[in-house]
């Protein structure tokens, strides 16, 4: 269980932050696409093209042509958002939430009726539609979005309910990507696939002999890469199954590191310590002692952990918002307001706001009534009613299926994307207030904690004679 805290307390605090830049680049996007002497400038900058060329090889090329700079973002800077994701996945199945199936029941289920319902209500506002094809748009959950909003509630947010929205998006990240993966791949070329699969077994090979090289996953990951995006597998399911192949397991137990740095430190002489004191040149068996202290340090944390305490501050303050600024740029001009309850848009804020809410809150009432799982601690119906809310905060993986569905260059579908964009800005910003306002509502007040806090923490009276 302490694990499990400290893993829910890690994940809102990497996400939190980076919910806020998102926001902002989010309103840099919606600002500049929208000022007369910026929009020419906003749309075609995505259009240069972009290349890492060594002869004749580019890496940055589909099918012999150059990625532009949003294909680029798209496809190759998402895959490193999905490898992320990948290794957190990973983690919590190893050590988080999800090691455990009876606490990982009440999140699997609830998220699956936050995916089942929103897609079942698109469904069935745009039967026969040409917006069909983009019924999984309102399925997905932004993680850092909606961790985002729980931070701004501070401690009065109960752990269990931390925990269960983290691990509600997590699961939501797993079915986003197998959609990606069985609905957006087409003209599959089997033989670069199987080179693919190839070169993946190797670094699973790797990964179990415990190969702990960066270099080994990123370089042969990067071919991995190619080859998906040229075999007509989207390329960002790649970085999913790069992720599973890095190791958990670090070459030194935390017994064997605190020997080894004891030892090393007991080597430096009591006597020495006024020459260390000052900034000093050390001495060719000094420099040997500290280094093999700074070997024993890299050994003890695996490289999971390693890649995805790096990983996260370029994925949530760069990757991430710079994904948002590209594709968040709706323009108003050619918009009418009867399209945010029309068409493509309702039927996404309708799949978030209400299809979120009701198969998250109804699917874990469901789960907890029959017995099968416990309410997260510390939690009542009405506060995980109002966490339910906030599962229709599906920015991020929401807008990467919208340029999916319908981001093909085709003029018509430009609207549609442009309509999708509106509706899953509008439902994200409705999801997150109505979900602060009923989390504020039924949290329990600062004073309230404050009072309840301090009368746990009294030592109990006894009375009696002894």
């Given at each position: 269980?302490?694990?499990?805290?400290?893993?829910?307390?890690?994940?809102?605090?990497?996400?939190?932050?980076g919910g806020t830049v998102l926001m902002v680049a989010t309103a840099l996007a919606l600002l500049i696409v929208n000022l007369p002497f910026c929009t020419d400038f906003y749309n075609s900058l995505w259009t240069h093209k972009i290349a890492l060329q060594v002869g004749n090889f580019n890496l940055f090329s589909h099918?012999?042509?150059?990625?532009?700079?949003?294909?680029?973002?798209?496809?190759?800077?998402?895959?490193?958002?999905?490898?992320?994701?990948?290794l957190e996945i990973k983690r919590e199945i190893l050590v988080g939430e999800l090691s455990s199936f009876?606490?990982?029941?009440?999140?699997?289920?609830?998220?699956?009726?936050?995916?089942?319902?929103?897609?079942?209500?698109?469904?069935?506002?745009?039967?026969?539609?040409?917006?069909?094809?983009?019924?999984?748009?309102?399925?997905?959950?932004?993680?850092?979005?909606?961790?985002?909003?729980?931070?701004?509630?501070?401690?009065?947010?109960?752990?269990?309910?931390?925990?269960?929205?983290?691990?509600?998006?997590?699961?939501?990240?797993?079915?986003?990507?197998?959609?990606?993966?069985?609905?957006?791949?087409?003209h599959i070329s089997y033989l670069l696939l199987g080179i693919a699969a190839a070169l993946l077994l190797l670094l699973a090979c790797g990964g179990r002999l415990g190969i702990q090289s960066k270099?080994?996953?990123?370089?042969?990951?990067?071919?991995?890469?190619?080859?998906?995006?040229?075999?007509?597998?989207?390329?960002?399911?790649?970085?999913?199954?790069?992720?599973?192949?890095?190791?958990?397991r670090p070459i030194y137990a935390p017994e064997k590191y605190i020997?080894?740095?004891?030892?090393?430190?007991?080597?430096?002489?009591?006597?020495?310590?006024?020459?260390?004191?000052?900034?000093?040149?050390?001495?060719?068996?000094?420099?040997?002692?500290?280094?093999?202290?700074?070997?024993a340090s890299d050994k003890v944390i695996s490289p999971l952990q390693d890649m995805?305490?790096?990983?996260?501050?370029?994925?949530?303050?760069?990757?991430?918002?710079?994904?948002?600024?590209?594709?968040?740029?709706i323009f108003f001009?050619?918009?009418?307001?009867s399209a945010i309850v029309s068409g493509v848009s309702l039927a996404i804020i309708l799949g978030l706001v209400a299809g979120k809410f009701i198969g998250i809150f109804s699917f874990s009432w469901l789960c907890i009534r029959l017995g099968w799982a416990p309410m997260p601690e510390?939690?009542?119906?009405?506060?995980?009613?109002?966490?339910?809310?906030?599962?229709g905060i599906g920015f991020t993986v929401s807008l990467f299926i919208a340029n999916l569905s319908f981001g093909t260059g085709d003029p018509l579908l430009s609207q549609l994307l442009n309509n999708a964009k509106l509706g899953i800005v509008v439902a994200s910003l409705l999801a997150g207030l109505l979900g602060w306002i009923l989390l504020n509502a039924t949290l329990p007040k600062e004073k309230e904690l404050t009072t309840l806090t301090s009368t746990e923490d009294k030592e109990p009276i006894i009375s009696g004679k002894e």
């Open positions: 269980m302490p694990q499990i805290l400290y893993t829910a307390r890690k994940t809102l605090k990497n996400y939190a932050n099918h012999g042509e150059p990625m532009s700079i949003m294909g680029f973002i798209n496809d190759a800077l998402m895959a490193i958002f999905f490898f992320s994701v990948g009876r606490q990982a029941l009440l999140p699997i289920i609830a998220a699956i009726g936050g995916m089942a319902i929103p897609v079942l209500i698109f469904f069935l506002i745009g039967r026969g539609s040409d917006y069909i094809g983009g019924a999984a748009i309102p399925m997905a959950t932004d993680i850092a979005f909606s961790l985002g909003v729980l931070a701004m509630l501070g401690n009065r947010v109960p752990v269990g309910l931390k925990i269960f929205l983290t691990t509600l998006a997590v699961v939501d990240d797993i079915g986003g990507i197998l959609v990606i993966a069985i609905f957006y791949s087409s270099i080994f996953y990123f370089g042969i990951g990067a071919f991995i890469w190619f080859l998906f995006l040229n075999a007509g597998i989207h390329p960002t399911i790649a970085g999913v199954l790069i992720a599973f192949c890095v190791p958990a020997k080894t740095i004891r030892r090393n430190i007991g080597l430096f002489a009591r006597e020495n310590d006024d020459t260390l004191n000052s900034r000093t040149i050390l001495d060719k068996k000094q420099m040997n002692w500290l280094k093999e202290i700074e070997t995805e305490d790096s990983l996260h501050p370029v994925v949530n303050y760069i990757i991430v918002p710079l994904f948002a600024f590209a594709n968040a740029g001009g050619d918009l009418k307001l510390g939690t009542d119906y009405k506060q995980l009613a109002a966490v339910s809310m906030l599962g």
